[in-house]
């Protein structure tokens, strides 16, 4: 054991830094975390967790309705939105103390409140000096709000989740996977809702699969209102007027930005140690997630890499790996399976067909477009949307995307095809399961032609 406090500190108990330092942990070091809210951070509190439950609690909605199709007679249902809260909140405490455990458990030193660094070596912690060898920042990222009149009035994800009832009418500014996401959830729940789209629905996914979501949405009731930027929002007398740079006038109950993230880096005293940053405020790291300060290192958010849990999580294991068991490797960003937990969900893993024609210049494209085989008796408008992007030369797999029920379920097998490699040969020798929808994507057989 060195001078210091702590052979490692971690800065924010997330789901990077709490694996991080329960790993590290476990190779004899001595561990100490920051934590200045929760144990369990943006996922399991604020994020990933809360947002999936109420997606499940929406899609009910659709399968009361359902089932009768299938001779089930319902009452017609009614929901209770604060019941779901409390559930929700009751899952949330039981895996922060879960969290809380693990740390616990691996012998790493919980710390309730901010890291500020003192110098390269040196934190304080709610007023407690703490010294450590190697420092992790793992702190994670926090909802974007524009500097605009009436910014006060707004909400964002965080509270969204803590709603104390569900708003008649919410108008979500933004069109990345949060504003989706939401944006189904309260409109199968019941609210009216318009989505603002400055640029375009889902930029960087592919644009098949964005213009399936956007009709979906509209099919579901959901108002798209395209173009611009909010300039202000102004208290009414009862609900709120949001006003847009394009001139539109919206009148809402609820107004909540989904505009993005920004790193957690504020009130950390990061100018007391000269750590660099990339142009937004997220810490540059390279490819072993060291600062350009030699005993401190980030992962996760807060690095801006690629904003998703399980990433957080592969960081956190290379950190440990490199640092403390002397085989170093970097994380790997390719063919990372993702999913859009809208309404219906987006799978996909691998690039998308700009991307792919960028990548290699011409590509051969599959589609499959079909009702699913619980809506032939439901006769819901409901469509599912396949994408397999290949390359001609190679015959490779380059991106597979699917839209519909079960597409996060699908792409997380894809993954693990395309990432070993897995050529348009293999997908077709594979023998479907039937009857499913995630078949199709081993007999889609004929090639979009070109247009
Ligand atoms: P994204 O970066 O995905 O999307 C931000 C959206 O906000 C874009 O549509 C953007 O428009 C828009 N926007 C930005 N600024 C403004 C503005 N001033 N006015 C109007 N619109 C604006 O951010 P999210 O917050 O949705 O998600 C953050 C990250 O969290 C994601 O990148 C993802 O990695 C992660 N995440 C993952 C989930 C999952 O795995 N299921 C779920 C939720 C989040 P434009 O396109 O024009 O820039």
New binding site residues.
């Given amino acids: 054991m060195s001078n210091y406090d702590y052979d490692l500190f971690v800065i924010g108990a997330g789901s990077g830094g709490v694996r991080a330092a329960r790993m590290a942990a476990a190779t004899g070091i001595k561990v100490g975390i920051a934590e200045g809210r929760r144990v369990g951070g943006t996922c399991v509190l604020r994020?990933?967790v809360p947002?999936k439950l109420l997606v499940y609690a929406a899609h009910y909605a659709h399968d009361f309705e359902d089932a009768a199709a299938y001779g089930w007679r319902v009452r017609p249902p009614t929901h209770e939105w604060a019941h779901l809260i409390a559930a929700k909140n009751q899952e949330t405490d039981r895996l922060n103390g879960i969290y809380i455990n693990l740390l616990k458990n691996a012998g790493v030193e919980i710390h309730d409140g901010y890291a500020r660094f003192l110098d390269n070596h040196t934190l304080d912690v709610a007023g407690r000096k703490i010294t450590a060898k190697r420092i992790l920042i793992g702190s994670g990222a926090r909802?974007?709000v524009?500097d605009i009149p009436g910014k006060e009035y707004s909400i964002t994800s965080d509270e969204a989740l803590d709603l104390m009832s569900r708003p008649e009418r919410i108008a979500i500014?933004?069109?990345?996977?949060?504003?989706v996401?939401f944006a189904g959830i309260f409109a199968e729940l019941g609210s009216e809702v318009t989505l603002?789209?400055?640029?375009?629905l889902l930029?960087g996914f592919d644009r098949d699969v964005a213009n399936e979501l956007e009709a979906a949405l509209e099919r579901s009731g959901i108002k798209l209102v395209y173009g611009g930027?909010?300039s202000s929002i102004k208290k009414q007398d009862g609900d709120y007027l949001l006003e847009t740079s394009e001139g539109r006038n919206i009148e809402t109950d609820l107004v909540m930005f989904?505009?993005?993230?920004v790193p957690n880096i504020e009130g950390m005293g990061l100018e007391n140690i000269g750590v660099e940053l990339k142009s937004g405020g997220a810490i540059q790291v390279d490819e072993f997630s060291q600062t350009s300060v030699a005993n401190i290192y980030a992962i996760g958010d807060v690095t801006d890499r690629?904003?998703?849990t399980p990433v957080a999580i592969h960081e956190a294991m290379c950190f440990v790996d490199t640092v403390y068991k002397d085989t170093p490797r970097s994380p790997n960003y390719d063919f990372v399976p993702?999913?859009?937990?809208s309404q219906p969900p987006i799978g996909t893993v691998g690039l998308d067909e700009d991307a792919a024609k960028q990548h290699c210049g011409k590509v051969d494209v599959y589609t499959s477009r079909f009702r699913p085989m619980k809506h032939t008796l439901t006769k819901r408008d409901h469509f599912s949307f396949m994408k397999l992007i290949v390359n001609p030369e190679t015959n490779r797999v380059l991106g597979c995307h699917m839209i519909g029920d079960d597409a996060a379920e699908i792409a997380q097998g894809l993954g693990i095809a395309l990432k070993m490699g897995a050529t348009k040969a293999d997908f077709d020798a594979t023998i479907g399961i039937h009857p499913t929808a995630a078949e199709e994507f081993v007999t889609m057989r004929e090639k979009r032609s070109e247009n």
């Fill in positions: 994020g990933c947002k909802p974007f524009p500014v933004g069109a990345g996977y949060i504003a996401e603002l789209v400055r640029s375009e930029r930027e909010v989904a505009a993005g993230r690629m904003a998703l993702t999913a859009v937990f």
